[in-house]
């Protein structure tokens, strides 16, 4: 997996000025409501480390929130998630209480605020570390602001990525006409171009603790792994670590040869690799990719050459690493381009179309969408179900015994759960199991109204709906909607709080039950806790 890579594709200047900082903090020492007692909540302000006597058990970043379980002296000893530890006092501030359950820590000031322009949330980790950022321009160039914390002034900032932890951020910034990767604040060397295929891929191990990404040296290519530079290469193409961050895979092209380097170790070399078709799995033990030979294409599963194919697509590798599916394609009879599956080795039926494979968490299923003609349907490990114009998307529950997929019924779209067809709306928008698989909602769209359905029941209409989360639990679902000009935090069908913005993509459970997000009200940022 690349992490938690909430990736900013195309993100162009945002056209915002904020004051944060003296302004900001003194709204919040005049709030006495919630002090930094046994209980009570407060909000990290400058990076520092959760200890336990000379231990560091994590580091903390900016913008977490800790509970406080007892204060003695400097010092408070809090909990974050599932850890526990002492943090300095000094380096943490209250909220204001807005109403009974309502905390706020202010962010900062909007100056000037472009309707049409939005924060772009960074990612939020689960559990108490919120990592908040969105970039802020101007005449004379942009910034990144991470938390409410300005960074340093650039040509052009790109894009941003966190890893899973929530511990380390980078981002893809230009200085004169050099481009360079910021990682947790500290610029990297200067190339003439980072990424490959028109973006910028920049990925973290799972563990956060290892960072990679491609870039461009004349007219070669490296790949920069914890800070050290590859050898030198024609082209490079996909790049991977392994689930448990151990390993290390790419695909490289060199004086007309490709080939799989893992661990800095050369595989066996081939006319070409067919870029962004590399899959390794979790351990790192099993590595599988594609090659051509002349104009047919193979897959090369640990080191083992398959049957060649006019086209091989679809890679996929299970969670556990023991099951292999793709798709493979090629003229029937000279006259049709036809696809079958090929899993576990062995090929399926014939369509005139095969796409969106997904293998379940657990495995066990695998579920795609064929096409015969004009229509479009699932295929639920080898059985097709019933036919739509068109299959949007398909997903399994975290259990891997439920699945639902969306499909367009002549000019509606619908949900199909588990094989039963849902209301006709003429959109469908975010749809989401609960943690335990035991609930399921998504967004219908119906003229002009938004409305949530959560286990079949709709919800009250709201002019938009957006960051649809359900609670670790499953027990609660919350939302933010927009009545009329304000928008309001929704949980379990209450609306509780209302604001001018509430941020998509910035709703997280804490791990007590309680509810954190950014919202904006009379052009001032706010990191709001909902207390239940």
């Known amino acids: 997996m690349r992490g938690r890579n909430w990736l900013w594709e195309g993100l162009r200047m945002l056209w915002v000025v904020a004051a944060v900082g ?240 893992l661990d800095g170790r050369d595989g066996p070399k081939y006319d070409t690799i067919a870029f962004g078709k590399l899959r390794l799995s979790a351990d790192g033990r099993r590595t599988v990719y594609v090659v051509k030979k002349g104009k047919k294409e193979r897959i090369v599963v640990d080191g083992q050459e398959g049957q060649e194919y006019d086209d091989i697509d679809e890679v996929k590798l299970t969670p556990d690493g023991q099951r292999i599916a793709y798709v493979v394609g090629g003229m029937s009879g000279k006259k049709w381009w036809k696809e079958r599956l090929v899993l576990d080795g062995q090929e399926g039926p014939e369509y005139d179309l095969i796409s969106h494979l997904e293998f379940s968490p657990d495995s066990q299923h695998i579920i795609y969408e064929a096409g015969k003609s004009s229509k479009r349907f699932v295929v639920l490990d080898g059985k097709p179900g019933p036919e739509y114009e068109k299959i949007l998307w398909e997903w399994f529950s975290p259990d891997s015994r439920r699945f639902f997929y969306v499909a367009q019924k002549g000019s509606k779209k619908v949900v199909v759960l588990e094989g039963r067809e849902g209301p006709e709306y003429e959109k469908i928008g975010e749809c989401v199991f609960s943690p335990d698989a035991q609930h399921f909602a998504y967004i219908g769209i119906r003229g002009e109204k938004h409305l949530v359905i959560q286990d079949g029941q709709e919800g009250p209409a709201y002019e938009k709906i957006h960051s649809l989360v359900f609670s670790p639990d499953g027990r609660g679902l919350a939302y933010a909607a927009q009545k009329g000009q304000k928008w309001v935090f929704v949980l379990n069908g209450q609306e509780l709080q209302e604001y001018d913005r509430i941020e998509p993509g910035t709703l997280v459970f804490l791990e007590d039950g309680g509810i954190a997000y950014y919202a904006v009200e009379a052009k001032f940022l706010r990191h709001v806790v909902y207390l239940p």
């Open 22 to 261: 003296t302004l900001g903090m003194k709204e919040q020492g005049e709030s006495k409501a919630e002090e930094d007692r046994p209980g009570g909540w407060v909000e990290v302000v400058r990076p520092t480390e959760l200890k336990v006597e000379n231990r560091v058990v994590s580091k903390v970043i900016p913008g977490t929130l800790l509970k406080v379980q007892q204060v003695q002296g400097t010092w408070l000893w809090v909990q974050m998630g599932g850890k526990l530890g002492w943090v300095p006092a000094e380096l943490v501030r209250r909220p204001q209480v807005r109403r009974p359950g309502i905390l706020e820590f202010a962010v900062g000031i909007f100056l000037a605020y472009d309707e049409n322009s939005r924060i772009y949330p960074l990612s939020f980790s689960y559990l108490s570390n919120p990592f908040f950022a969105y970039v802020a321009g101007g005449p004379n160039g942009q910034r990144m602001v991470i938390n409410g914390r300005f960074g340093p002034l650039y040509k052009e900032i790109e894009q941003g990525v966190l890893s899973v932890d929530g511990q380390h951020c980078a981002y893809v910034a230009k200085k004169g006409e050099k481009w360079l990767v910021v990682l947790d604040g500290q610029e990297g060397p200067e190339y003439d171009k980072i990424g490959k295929f028109g973006f910028f891929e920049l990925i973290f191990s799972e563990d956060g603790e290892r960072f990679a990404y491609a870039a461009q040296k004349g007219e070669k290519w490296v790949i920069v792994l914890d800070g050290r530079e590859s050898p030198e290469y024609d082209e490079i193409g996909n790049y991977v670590f392994s689930a448990d961050s151990r390993h290390f895979a790419s695909e490289v092209e060199q004086g007309g040869r490709g080939w799989i380097v």
